[in-house]
């Protein structure tokens, strides 16, 4: 089994849908979780950090669902600019190495 | 956070041939990775860059191949050996601090012919 699993889509929304996306991982253990986004040729950045049960920042919403181990990232109001690759990442418990999902890709039409 | 310095950005090479490729960090890190990601996937994590040792390399990638330099705390090199068409690809350097999220490069896009 992957340490993280992500459907790699791609999901093809229209303009202020609502998308989510779905990363289980396999460590019970996690405790850090991270959404990056990676637009095409680019290195990818950080989106989102969730320590907890969740974080939200915007649009912009991520849930903790440990006792399923998944992790969501949920998008409202989608942009054009929102399109791109999104990782999920999962550390080792002491920081030494990083998993990342497949990816998930988003396009938003107009 | 940490600004990163990766370079070349990209490079045409011919087969045979070795590339290096530099990451240099503006503050000093903990951990050094270097990944590749091939078209359309995601990153594989090539080795770990350890300060004053040799690097730890994960399966499927050796030194012979990927010879990885980390002289300091703010500075890595990785070596692409003997090139063949199949390394094509876009290396990065990531790094962190050993608590929180991974930054990287701005990758380095290698295409060998």
């Known amino acids: 089994r992957k340490e993280v699993e992500q459907d790699p889509g791609p999901f093809n929304v229209p303009e202020g849908a609502t998308v989510a996306f779905n990363c289980t991982y396999s460590?019970?253990?996690?405790?850090?979780f991270f959404w990056y986004r990676q637009d095409c040729r680019k290195e990818p950045k950080l989106l989102m950090s969730?320590?907890?049960s969740g974080n939200e920042d915007g649009r912009f919403t991520a849930q903790l669902n440990r006792a399923s181990q998944y992790i969501s990232l949920l998008i409202r109001d989608s942009k054009l600019s929102d399109s791109a690759t999104y990782l999920c990442?999962?550390?080792?418990?002491?920081?030494?190495?990083?998993?990342f999902g497949s990816g998930t890709k988003l396009n938003v039409k107009p | 956070s940490a600004v990163i310095s990766q370079k070349p950005s990209r490079d045409i090479c011919q087969r045979g041939t070795s590339l290096t490729i530099q990451c240099q960090v503006d503050?000093?890190?903990?951990?050094m990775f270097w990944y590749r990601q091939q078209p359309g996937q995601s990153l594989t994590l090539i080795a770990t860059?350890?300060?004053?040792?040799?690097?730890?390399?994960e399966s499927g990638f050796v030194i012979d191949k990927f010879p990885i330099s980390r002289p300091n705390l703010t500075f890595s090199t990785l070596t692409v050996s003997n090139m063949s068409p199949e390394d094509s690809s876009i290396y990065l350097c990531?790094?962190?601090?050993?608590?929180?999220?991974?930054?990287f490069g701005q990758g380095t896009r290698l295409t060998v012919v």
């Open positions: 990531s790094v962190n601090d050993g608590l929180t999220e991974a930054f």
């Open positions: 460590n019970s253990a996690s405790q850090s």
């Open positions: 969730v320590y907890s």
């Open positions: 990442v999962v550390p080792k418990e002491n920081f030494n190495k990083f998993y």
């Open positions: 503050s000093q890190v903990t951990m």
């Open positions: 860059a350890n300060q004053g040792s040799e690097a730890t390399y």
